[in-house]
Structures are given as C-alpha cells and as structure tokens.
C-alpha cells in the first residue's frame, strides 16, 4: 500500500483578509486550520504501478468569520493544496558515481526525483551550488543541470536531497466531508484555459466555501481529495511524506469597482499589469467621491508582468 513516513497536522495561515461586509462592518477570516491529514482509499484497479492509480488525501479543515453575501455576491473561501515528498531519507547512491557530462550513472535510479538538488556526499568530484536533476533516463542515469565542476571518481557517491513537489490533484472525485450541501468545492487547474488532463494540466487545489449566504466558522471533517499519484510517477509502495496546506481567499466578482476613499489608501501601493509604456494598463480609478485617481508606474516592464505603482488622488 501506498505508504506515509510521515503526517503532520499543519496549519498554516498564509494570508489575512480583511474586506468590508455588506452590512459596512470589517468581515476578517482568520485562524485557518488544517489537521488529521492522513492518506485512505488507495485504487489501483488499473493495475500494479498504473498511472491512473489514486488515493484519497483526507483531513479536516476550518477557519473563523467565514463569510457569503448575496448583496454583493461575493464570499470568503479557502484555497487547499497538498504537497508531498518521496522518501523517507536522502537518496544516496553507492560508491563509485561517474559522469560524461552532465550525464551521471549511479547503481540505481530509485528515489531520484526530477528537481532535486544533487551533491557529492564522498568521495572525488563535486557540483556547482544550485545544480539539480532536469531528466531520469532509465534504471542507472540521470541529467543534471550543469556538469560536475569535477569528475566524478569511482569512488564517488552521489546525494540527492529530497523535495517538496505539488500533488497533482483530480478534476472529480473529491470529498467536501462533513459540511455536506452547506459547503461548496472548485478545483483549480494548472492551466484554466485548457482542458483537464491528469499528466499535463491537472488540478492543483481546491477552492472550500460557503453555498448558501451566512457568517460564522465553517469546519468540515474528513474532507478528501483525490491525488493521481500514479500520474507523478509514484509506485503503489513508496513511501512519501504528506501535508495539505490552506490559505485564506475571496471571490472577488467582475464589476465596475472604486478604491475607497483618499483617508484611507492615500500613497497605497498598488500591483497592476503593466503594458510596456510608461503607464498602466488601466490608469484612472475613482474613490468614492468620484475623484480621479492617478497611478504612477515604477520602471518599465513588459506586458504582463506585475509591477508596483504609486496611488495618489488628485
């Protein structure tokens, strides 16, 4: 069976928002908690190593002031994502590592995980800091980012330190747990603008919210998503290390907006697209009083890319 070294309650509490409500009180979600991750419900029904094989990862999850309103139809939600990491140790090779290149050829193979950050742990030879493994070509070589700054000897041995790696989640077949109908779930995909593919654009987390509109904590146990394992590579038997972390979101619907007013964000620093020219891509906003609000951009970036800007009212 598909095995956990290690399960750690986590919590992790990556972002504090604080938002005005409809009633124009402060709504702050907070105190997001995940516990009880465990891995349960392993199918292999497509056979032994098959890459459609899956298990469940399972835990519970809840946070305080959690939040929907219908008056302006948007709601608080929690963004869940789980990581994993094979192996309960380092990978180590046995004494006599060699290379051609950037090409190294060990005993085995097995626990070698692209991304990985390689070193010389005895022996003659050594890598550059930074160097990590861009390819695994079969049972005894593998591709390195740069070649050794020094061969490696026959007496060399090679380690590889173990990663942290997203797991790639199911776009179905999940379980929102205890919070039954009062709870709605949305998986995010890599790629929103493509179609659901479990090797090339899977779901990366899931997006926990209210369905109907209230306040109050929302907990739900024994919630459960489904991890295609088998899609990363991952044998029925390894080991792995498993975390499911949480941050706090809110759905924000499309609209016309303003910025509050000039008593509270005069001199806010902004994050807007940058078109490439000496301005941004939308550059006039209105406070409440229907003031123009001008946005100064820093630097010069091409489109696309986020770059502060400056908000002064005038």
Not at 103 to 131: C, D, H, K, Q, Y
Not at 169 to 190: A, C, D, E, P
């Amino acid at each position: 069976m598909l095995q956990i070294s290690f399960s750690k309650n986590f919590f992790k509490n990556l972002a504090l928002i604080s938002l005005f409500a409809a009633a124009g009180k402060n709504a702050i979600a907070n105190n997001i908690t995940v516990s009880n991750t465990t891995l349960t419900g392993r199918n292999v029904a497509a056979g032994v190593n098959n890459v459609a094989n899956y298990s469940m990862v399972q835990f519970d999850l809840t946070w305080d002031n959690s939040w929907r309103s219908a008056t302006t139809s948007n709601w608080d939600a929690a963004w869940v994502f789980a990581k994993f990491r094979l192996g309960n140790t380092d990978y180590l090779s046995a004494p006599g590592a060699t290379n051609s290149s950037t090409t190294i050829t060990v005993n085995t193979t097995n626990g070698l995980r692209v991304g990985m950050p390689v070193f010389v742990n005895s022996g003659t030879g050594s890598f550059a800091s930074g160097t990590i493994i861009t390819a695994i070509n079969g049972a005894t070589t593998f591709t390195v980012s740069a070649a050794p700054t020094t061969n490696l000897s026959s007496s060399a041995v090679v380690r590889a330190e173990r990663i942290w790696e997203h797991c790639w989640l199911n776009n179905t077949g999940h379980n929102k747990g205890s919070i039954g109908s009062s709870g709605s779930l949305q998986v995010g995909l890599q790629d929103e603008g493509s179609a659901f593919n479990a090797s090339t654009n899977p779901a990366l987390g899931t997006y926990f919210y209210r369905s109907a509109n209230g306040t109050g904590t929302f907990t739900t146990t024994g919630a459960q998503l489904q991890w295609n394992y088998g899609a990363q590579g991952i044998k029925d038997n390894d080991i792995v290390d498993i975390q499911v972390f949480a941050t706090e979101m809110v759905y924000v619907p499309t609209d016309a907006f303003n910025i509050d007013t000039a008593q509270y964000l005069y001199n806010t620093v902004l994050l807007l697209d940058g078109d490439g020219t000496n301005g941004a891509r939308n550059n006039t906003f209105l406070d409440g009083s229907t003031n123009n609000a001008t946005i100064t951009r820093f630097g010069n970036t091409p489109p696309g890319n986020f770059q502060p800007f400056l908000r002064q009212w005038g």
